[in-house]
């Protein structure tokens, strides 16, 4: 079955940079967008960035545009994203996901959007 397993995840202070990783298996990794969502305590989930099944194309949530960094290595099946001049409002669990379509060209936002999730990794910043 597909399994997502997320990795990396730590403390930090405020302005410094994390990489976590998101390992996939059982699935046909490169023929799927994958997305990196966020959770905060006491909020919904949310959008934090997307990357298409080739690596070409991206997209961010506004909160971390020119921040934020996701990549994929196909070879590898796995996916990433570097998180530079973190802030504060950056501590969430984030969680990797599948988009549901193969081969889609659209990078979808919304987490009904995406069929399977890791279990998730604690980023927390401090000031």
């Known amino acids: 079955q597909v399994q997502l397993v997320e990795s990396g995840g730590g403390l930090v202070q405020a302005g410094g940079s994390l990489r976590v990783s998101c390992a996939a298996s059982?699935?046909?990794?490169?023929?799927?967008?994958m997305g990196w969502f966020r959770q905060a305590p006491g909020k919904e989930r949310e959008f934090v960035a997307a990357i298409n099944w080739s690596g070409r194309s991206t997209n961010y949530a506004d909160p971390v545009k020119d921040r934020f960094t996701i990549s994929r290595d196909n070879a590898k099946r796995t996916v990433y994203l570097q998180m530079n001049s973190l802030k504060r409002e950056d501590t969430a669990v984030y969680y990797c996901?599948?988009?549901?379509?193969?081969?889609?060209?659209?990078?979808?936002?919304?987490?009904?959007?995406?069929?399977?999730w890791g279990q998730g990794t604690q980023v927390t910043v401090s000031s």
């Open positions: 059982g699935m046909t990794f490169s023929s799927y967008t």
């Open positions: 996901a599948t988009d549901r379509t193969f081969f889609s060209s659209v990078l979808r936002v919304g987490v009904s959007e995406y069929e399977y």
